[in-house]
């Protein structure tokens, strides 16, 4: 990013908060170019989309985030692994979006989930999609057995639940 912004002059945007409870200044920057410093950062896998608070482009950055995920660059490098996670290739768990809400949709709760593979960190208590940021060096698991052992759904990626 510092080669994409260093010595170049930039234009902010405003989105309906222009700073946040600790008084961060929140905006889109823009080069001179016309280029989206933010989206930049999600596309190339170094930043990613933010979910808990509604935004403009939330749906672009999630598709954005997406397309990083699959692409497996950034954040989302399986380098230090030594091998690649291929669920991320092969589901979709990142929720989805409706045109008249533009926000995410939970996913329904319901017995049929219960073979459903979640991922679950050596030391946390809560489970995980495969495309969510804490799910990097998880082990899979079926969402079953995470109930079982008392995990709860973490509140970023909304995994599917159990009734």
Known sequence: ?????????????????????????????????????????????????????????????????????IREIGLWSHEDSGSKNTAIKTIDPLPLFSSKTDSPKKESSSSHNENVTVYVTRTGTKYHTASCRYAKKASPMALKDAVARGLSPCSICKPPTLK
Not at 12 to 22: G, S
Not at 40 to 52: M, R
């Open 1 to 69: 990013m510092q080669k994409l912004v260093e010595g170049k002059s930039v234009y902010l945007d405003f989105d309906q908060d222009k700073k946040d409870k600790y008084g961060r200044t929140l905006a889109y920057v823009y080069l001179e170019d016309g280029t989206f410093v933010n989206s930049e950062i999600v596309k190339q896998g170094i930043g990613f989309a933010y979910i808990k608070y509604p935004f403009k482009y939330l749906e672009e950055f999630y598709a954005l985030e997406r397309e990083a995920r």
